[in-house]
């Protein structure tokens, strides 16, 4: 272990802080101006993104390249049931995808790096990321300058999770699956119950499509998985009334474009099938989309040695990937990245997973983080 293991008292401060402070999706005003004092007293030159975000550069040689750490720094509209002593202080939000120990992790390296420069193999960027959890945040953060003066060579994007004890995951390839939001728009015809004849029951049609959704996701074959999911459906208006209009909100995720696409094809050949069986007209409505993430292979190939050498047993090189949508994809449309995932459970198989009122994390975790970054930019193999 470097110098970093001196700093486990101010990285559990630093996540004790945040994760009592969570802000929701461009609403980070305090999250903001706290990043943005801590980096003033470190003197790392910072800028604020307008409202949120914080975008900061600690510039050592203009002739070394530029590698980019990304935090995400917003929180989820959950009523956190952790018990925990430093549990959210605001009624209905909380950090409950592990981004308050992220946004830790990236200030206590900024810390470590303003303190020892002399280490460093790299200028660094850290980006501290608003609306991650809408998809909002990296196009923000890019046409504030995330990515220029100086240009950014590569960029580093890391997630906590619980499922296993201590454990670091890096993905060969495609590492996040494309995500585009879905709205189905369903159209009947309202009349009396007592003359169901005379109406079209748009309920009734949305129950069917929900049903071949399922079928898609059980039966269609595709190169990669993916999977067609809705979660929420509102039909109506009074139980005497056959219901005019209906509407699905879900989502499609799946880890190449080719499979996005063909998915999405058959789901509009299931709405045709259903506007014939049924009467009732179906519009979809396509929202945010969010691409694929592919790892670079010379960053996973450095990023596997280092992490095999901090975490011996601990470590995995993934051939899995997740069916998760990261808008750092967005990043990676003009530099090469990776991301890395931390494993950090108390015990196994008994952790509530993201996005749970009672996700927590072995705090371990965020030390072993932190050593990979402070080791990943002091290589002089990345420069």
């Known amino acids: ?72 720094i917003d929180g989820l509209p959950i009523q956190e049931a952790t018990g925990l002593p430093f549990s959210s202080l605001y009624p209905g939000k909380m950090h409950a995808c592990g981004h308050d120990a992220i ?47 100086p240009k950014v060579d590569a960029i580093l994007v890391f997630h906590f999770g619980n499922q296993e004890i201590r454990h670091m995951e890096i993905q060969k390839s495609i590492t996040t699956a494309a995500v585009g939001g879905i709205t189905l728009h369903v159209t009947g015809k309202s009349s009396h119950w007592f003359q169901p004849q005379d109406g079209i029951d748009a309920l009734y049609a949305a129950s069917r499509l929900a049903v071949e959704i399922h079928r898609i996701n059980d039966t269609l074959k595709t190169q990669h998985p993916f999977v067609l999911g809705f979660g929420t459906m509102e039909a109506g208006t009074a139980g005497n009334i056959v219901a005019d209009t209906a509407q699905l909100y879900g989502s499609l995720r799946a880890f190449t474009m080719e499979d996005f696409h063909y998915v999405w094809n058959q789901l509009e050949q299931v709405m045709r099938q259903v506007e014939q069986e049924t009467g009732a007209s179906i519009c979809l409505e396509p929202g945010r989309m969010i691409p694929p993430m592919i790892n670079d292979a010379s960053l996973v ?73 402070y080791q990943m930019v002091t290589d002089k193999s990345l420069c």
Not at 28 to 43: C, H, P, S
Not at 317 to 345: I, K, S
């Open 1 to 72: 272990m470097s110098v970093c293991k001196a700093y486990e008292k101010e990285l559990l401060r630093l996540r004790h802080w945040l994760h009592q402070h969570p802000e929701l999706s461009m609403e980070e005003r305090l999250t903001t101006q706290f990043i943005y004092d801590y980096l003033n007293a470190l003197e790392i030159p910072c800028y604020k993104t307008g409202d949120t975000g914080v975008i900061a550069t600690l510039m050592l040689n203009p002739a070394y390249k530029t590698i980019a750490i990304r935090s995400e």
């Open 301 to 373: 190939k450095q990023g596997s040695r280092i992490g095999k050498e901090l975490m011996q047993d601990h470590f995995s090189l993934g051939e899995e990937p997740f069916l998760v949508g990261d808008n750092a994809a967005f990043y990676l449309e003009y530099v090469p990245g990776m991301r890395t995932v931390f494993l950090g459970g108390k015990k196994q198989g008994s952790n509530e997973p993201v996005h749970n009122p009672a996700f927590n994390l072995d705090e371990q975790i965020l030390l072993d983080a932190l050593e990979f970054f």
């Open 103 to 149: 946004t830790a992790v990236t200030l206590c390296l900024a810390k470590v790096l303003a303190e020892h420069k002399e280490v460093l193999a790299c200028n660094v960027r850290f980006l501290f990321e608003p609306g991650e959890e809408t998809g909002q945040g990296a196009k923000h953060l890019i046409a504030h300058g995330a990515l220029e003066n």
